[in-house]
């Protein structure tokens, strides 16, 4: 998950059926494994497969304890945004630098899961130009990278059982595409908070998306998620999208993040952004570590 972006990937979101525990924890286990066989013969692909659990899946999948802050996705409703909950108990967010090894570990997965889950939302997404979004924006920029990253995305003492795993909230967004080309590039970058040629920050795009999302501690500090969205569509069918995927140590800042977009804030109203972009699902995970998945396999 802490690495560059890639080239491709597939989200894979599941609900557990009822009786299926075994064949899930089963598979959750052999994921790492998987990953390494599929991908072995190319590692120039890349192959990562991040396997998270939802919060009404977590007690009947691996009991107690139980991550501290695991809960479900919380609906939004704001005065003109919502941000929808969906259905997921379970999270296969796999990336490669190649679309067929993201497809051949996402239909292996979902071969092993069998009946023990449904397949609710199933995305594949791809890097576009210079890791551009459907409404032409470089995204993921102010990504922490590094040794940041790893500080921002992974649990540690504070949760010593969970220590490496890591909080995921994931929302598919779906664009007004043409309401947005609409816009002037100069309004354009005033929604987003930057140029849209060279990426650069506008030194002054208040209520701006970038904007919104910069978060400060008391201390002063930025508070930071590491953010792995990409974009997906079909032509033909109206549909371009960003898959959003944001991982956090601590999942009250992308929680923060996601009611100052959707709520507004005491200086702004809710992000400009939501006026081309709705969100159509909204779900929360757990990602364990891969040690904690092979040995609560059987
Ligand atoms: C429609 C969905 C979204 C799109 C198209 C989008 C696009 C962008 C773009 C183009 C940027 C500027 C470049 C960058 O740093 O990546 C950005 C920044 C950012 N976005 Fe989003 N975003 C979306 C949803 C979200 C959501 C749901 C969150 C939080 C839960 C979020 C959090 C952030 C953060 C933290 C930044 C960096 C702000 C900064 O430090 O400058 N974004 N996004």
Request: charged fraction near 25%; glycine fraction near 10%; charge should be negative.
């Amino acid at each position: 998950m802490v690495g560059p972006p890639a080239a491709a990937a597939v989200f894979l979101v599941l609900t557990l059926e009822p009786g299926g525990e075994a064949a899930a924890r089963e598979t959750l286990g052999e994921v790492e494994a998987l990953t390494r066989s599929i991908g072995f013969g190319h590692p120039e692909g890349r192959l990562t497969c991040v396997s998270g659990v939802g919060a009404r899946a977590w007690e009947p999948l691996y009991g107690s304890p139980r991550p501290a802050a695991l809960r479900p996705f919380r609906e939004l409703a704001g005065p003109r945004h919502r941000a929808p909950a969906t259905p997921g108990d379970l999270l296969f967010h796999i990336r490669a630098q190649r679309p067929d090894l993201c497809f051949a570990l996402a239909a292996e997965i979902v071969r092993r899961l069998g009946d023990a889950a449904r397949v609710q939302d199933e995305v594949q997404a791809f890097a576009y130009f210079d890791s551009r979004n459907l409404l032409g924006f470089v995204d993921g920029t102010e990504n922490p990278v590094g040794d940041t990253a790893a500080d921002t995305a992974l649990v540690g003492d504070e949760d010593p059982a969970f220590h490496g795993g890591s909080y995921a909230v994931v929302q598919k967004y779906l664009h007004d595409v043409d309401a947005w080309e609409k816009l002037a590039v100069e309004e354009q970058e005033r929604v987003i908070g930057r140029t849209k040629l060279t990426n650069l920050e506008l030194d002054d795009a208040p209520g701006s998306h970038a904007d919104v999302n910069t978060l400060t501690a008391p201390d002063g500090s930025e508070l930071r998620v590491l953010r792995g969205a990409m974009p997906f569509g079909r032509p033909g069918h109206g549909e371009f999208g960003t898959y959003f995927i944001a991982y956090a140590r601590d999942p009250g800042v992308p929680d923060e993040m996601l009611r100052r977009m959707f709520l507004g804030t005491t200086e702004t109203g809710p992000d400009p952004l939501l006026d081309f972009s709705r969100a159509v699902t909204g779900t929360a995970f757990f990602v364990p570590s891969a040690g904690f998945l092979r040995a609560n396999s059987a």
